[in-house]
């Protein structure tokens, strides 16, 4: 299966799981574009509310183990680019603001889904 289809059907598969667990999804594939740079700058898989947190989670699929965990995959600078677009966000839902907020990282391998909450802290 191509990459672009198994990361689109591990995105799929981790918004239900979310859905099940009680989020509510406010965005998907969240995209920051800056004036004057070339292509986007960052992006959030999901960002959901529960609790009353704002959750934003980066979600790897990988159909199988045979290059390793799929939570290895998740770079600093990913990372980077998170937040950048965590601040855009905010920007322009401001009744966000005064909401925790909060990383996860979500693994889909096959049809398994894993949730680490606060993979890293903001």
Do not use: C, W
């Not at 969240?30 to 509310?49: K, M, P, S």
């Not at 401001?94 to 802290?121: C, D, H, R, T, W």
Request: net charge positive; proline share 2%; charged share 20%.
């Amino acid at each position: 299966m191509d990459n672009h289809i198994t990361g689109r059907s591990g995105e799929s598969l981790a918004r239900q799981f979310l859905v099940e667990q009680g989020f509510e999804i406010l965005a998907q594939n969240y995209q920051f574009y800056r004036t004057g740079v070339q292509g986007r700058q960052g992006e959030i898989d999901i960002i959901a509310l529960k609790d009353n947190i704002l959750h934003l989670f980066e979600i790897k699929t990988r159909s199988n183990l045979k290059f390793g965990s799929p939570f290895t995959q998740i770079t600093r600078s990913q990372i980077q680019h998170i937040k950048f677009a965590y601040q855009y966000y905010l920007s322009k839902n401001p009744k966000y603001l005064k909401l925790n907020a909060q990383f996860n990282a979500v693994s889909v391998i096959g049809k398994k889904v894993e949730v680490i909450y606060n993979a890293v802290m903001f």
